[in-house]
């Protein structure tokens, strides 16, 4: 009875993590189907370990192989990855656990929780991060910074060049900035620069 109660725990708070949380801020429908079917399958293969002779440890590895191929065969975002080891973590939590107590509900609540507030669209709400190939090869790192913020309107934060082809006359960018916010650095910068950058 405490294995059928532990399955029905696992089985709300997977649901309230893909329906409640995930899908209602990405709607990505692919990784809905993948978040249920890892958590099932996790729970379903934990079980079976923990009513044999093999070793959870071994068990354990094979999640992480498993999980690596997984990850290594689709792009996915970083917040995506965490949605999936969440499930990977609550179909664990129920597999492995004989009965039900005070802490496998504790840490289901947590990862729930975690989830909720860490991927909250209210949380950083501004801040933006793309990469960007611009038709201007800088090598001025205050210069890019400049034409960045004049061509997102928005504060620059951080910023890494991947790729200048002085060629081609390309940068590649990956720029993090808030938007919304003054920028920082077009009131600094030289009138020539700002003319550079707009240009």
Request: proline content about 2%; overall charge negative; aromatic content about 6%.
């Amino acid at each position: 009875m405490s294995i059928l109660a532990l399955i029905a725990a696992d089985l709300m708070a997977i649901l309230i993590l893909t329906f409640a949380i995930y899908f209602p801020r990405h709607h990505r429908r692919d990784l809905v189907v993948a978040f249920l079917g890892v958590n099932v399958g996790v729970v379903a293969v934990s079980l079976m370990l923990g009513s044999t002779t093999i070793g959870a440890g071994l068990g354990l590895g094979l999640f992480g192989v498993l999980s690596i191929i997984r990850l290594r065969s689709d792009e996915i975002a970083q917040h995506e990855i965490a949605y999936y080891f969440a499930a990977l973590a609550l179909g664990l939590i129920a597999g492995l656990s004989t009965s039900v107590t005070m802490l496998a509900i504790g840490l289901m609540v947590l990862i729930l929780a975690t989830l909720f507030v860490g991927d909250h669209p209210a949380l950083f709400r501004r801040y933006r991060s793309q990469t960007m190939e611009l038709d201007v090869a800088h090598t001025d790192e205050s210069a890019l910074w400049t034409h960045l913020e004049l061509l997102l309107n928005a504060r620059v934060v951080n910023l890494n060049v991947k790729h200048v082809d002085l060629v081609n006359d390309t940068t590649l960018v990956d720029v993090r900035y808030v938007v919304g916010a003054t920028p920082a650095l077009v009131h600094e910068a030289s009138p020539s620069i700002a003319a550079a950058a707009r240009s």
